[in-house]
């Protein structure tokens, strides 16, 4: 079976540029999850959906990320304008959400560069 | 808020040896999920292990096992006969029972010798 897919898996812009990230979660799970991992701050939830419908997004830094799911099969993540310190490993996550607790599986990660 | 610390940064041991790698968390809850990850040098995150809060019977899973110790609110992880492939940084990670949010400690690089 296909785990969670993203892409791009690394990516280097400029400063001020726009960026997409892109992720498929895993075929029947109805939860999907953004993190970030940097050195200084760890693993952070970004932002999470249940059934396409943005249940937290208290972790998103500031107005310039926004994420969407318009399908049960697909989600990103935009950056807009970027700045260095967004740099950053960003992972996407899904789960199947019928138990609590299930497994969170994720995907192999999108290594972001922002010069 | 739940806090989740792992006080190892690094751990380094010879390979066939055993390691554990310690992992305390705080919650005022009583009925809450622990997970392992390991993440290699691809940087995939990848579950090891999980623990249910309200069962008493440790985890185990192949070489790796935890020792859950609820009422201390520690959660370590042994892996025995440890393997080359075993290097990795490991995560040890919280969620409450419905919830769907996974909070992460620091994590510890852990390297095998060979």
């Known amino acids: 079976d296909a785990g969670v897919i993203q892409s791009p898996r690394h990516e280097v812009t400029e400063m001020g540029q726009e960026v997409t990230l892109r992720c498929k979660p895993i075929?029947?799970?109805?939860?999907l999850f953004w993190y970030r991992q940097t050195m200084m701050r760890g693993l952070e939830l970004l932002i999470y959906?249940?059934?396409?419908?943005?249940?937290?997004d208290s972790g998103m830094p500031e107005d310039r990320f926004s994420a969407k799911m318009p399908n049960a099969s697909f989600s990103t993540l935009k950056i807009q304008p970027s700045e260095p310190r967004d740099s950053a490993v960003y992972f996407c996550a899904s789960a199947d959400g019928v138990s609590s607790g299930n497994t969170i599986y994720f995907g192999e990660g999108s290594w972001l560069t922002v010069v | 808020a739940q806090t989740v610390t792992q006080s190892q940064p690094e751990m380094s041991v010879q390979e066939a040896e055993t390691v554990t790698l310690s992992c305390t968390y705080d919650t005022s809850e009583s009925n809450y999920y622990l997970f392992w990850y390991k993440q290699p040098p691809s940087r995939q995150m990848i579950l090891v292990i999980r623990q249910e809060a309200y069962k008493q019977q440790n985890a185990t899973e192949n070489r790796f096992s935890v020792n859950f110790q609820k009422a201390a609110k520690s959660f370590s992880l042994k892996i025995s006969d440890s393997q080359l492939g075993d290097t990795a940084m490991y995560f040890c990670?919280?969620?409450?029972?419905?919830?769907?949010?996974?909070?992460f400690g620091q994590g510890t690089r852990l390297t095998i010798n060979p």
């Open positions: 990670a919280f969620m409450n029972q419905g919830a769907q949010k996974l909070v």
């Open positions: 075929s029947g799970h109805d939860y």
């Open positions: 959906f249940n059934n396409n419908v943005p249940i937290d």
